[in-house]
């Protein structure tokens, strides 16, 4: 039972270049989460998921995609990449949707773009 | 969306002693969920411990208690006999009730230095 997986650990985009960053969880949850953390900032929601094939834009959602085919599965896409992109990105799932769940978090990808 | 605010970017504690991390936030609701979060430098974030508003009794997991004061909206986390591995980013985060969302708010965390 490895959690909450994502990769890759680092990347460095150009300005413009597309990539997908991958999350994975093995836990069987249907909430899927995806947060960015800025420098010196807390987590901001991009996206989430309550279930496969249900998706739902968070607080920053622009410029990013987001799709949901199995319960496993929540990547996360960036078509054009920005330099406002470089950030930390976080996947996390609960257990579930009720009033208690904590999140487990992957690892993080650290994503510059130049 | 929903504000926490964390009004202490750094705090300092000598080994052993006590420290009190800050957490304010704003709902309308009454029913909600607070939660604090770790974050060492490998940047995985754990869970240190959790709060339901309906709840008076304040939450405690072994060195970590917290004092929670809804009419205040306030959340703060006591960690006692510091620790060297308490050394972190510390995280507030609040959960509407389900019917608001599922979204969880951060605050801008505090970063805690334990002092040999």
């Known amino acids: 039972n490895a959690g909450v997986t994502q990769t890759p650990k680092f990347r460095i985009l150009k300005i413009g270049q597309s990539m997908t960053l991958q999350c994975t969880q093995d836990?069987?949850?249907?909430?899927m989460y995806w947060y960015r953390q800025d420098p010196g900032m807390g987590l901001k929601l991009i996206y989430y998921?309550?279930?496969?094939?249900?998706?739902d834009k968070g607080e920053v959602p622009n410029g990013y995609n987001v799709s949901r085919s199995t319960t496993e599965d929540f990547p996360l896409r960036l078509e054009l990449a920005a330099p406002s992109q470089t950030s930390v990105y976080f996947c996390?799932?609960?257990?579930?949707?009720?009033?208690?769940?904590?999140?487990?978090f992957g690892p993080g990808t650290r994503l510059t773009v130049l | 969306a929903q504000t926490v605010t964390q009004s202490q970017p750094e705090m300092s504690v000598q080994e052993a002693e006590t420290v009190t991390l800050s957490c304010t936030y704003d709902?309308?609701?009454?029913?909600?969920?607070l939660f604090w979060y770790k974050q060492p430098p490998s940047r995985q974030m754990i869970l240190v411990i959790r709060?339901?508003?309906?709840?008076?009794q304040n939450a405690t997991e072994n060195r970590f208690s917290v004092n929670f004061q809804k009419a205040a909206k306030s959340f703060s986390l006591k960690i006692s006999d510091s620790q060297l591995g308490d050394a972190a980013m510390y995280f507030c985060?609040?959960?509407?009730?389900?019917?608001?969302?599922?979204?969880?708010?951060f605050g801008t965390g505090t970063s805690l230095t334990v002092i040999p």
């Open positions: 998921s309550v279930g496969a094939g249900i998706t």
């Open positions: 709902t309308s609701e009454s029913d909600y969920y």
């Open positions: 996390a799932s609960p257990p579930g949707g009720g009033p208690t769940d904590t999140q487990y």
């Open positions: 985060a609040y959960k509407g009730p389900p019917r608001t969302g599922n979204q969880f708010y």
């Open positions: 709060q339901e508003a309906y709840k008076q």
């Open positions: 836990m069987n949850h249907n909430y």
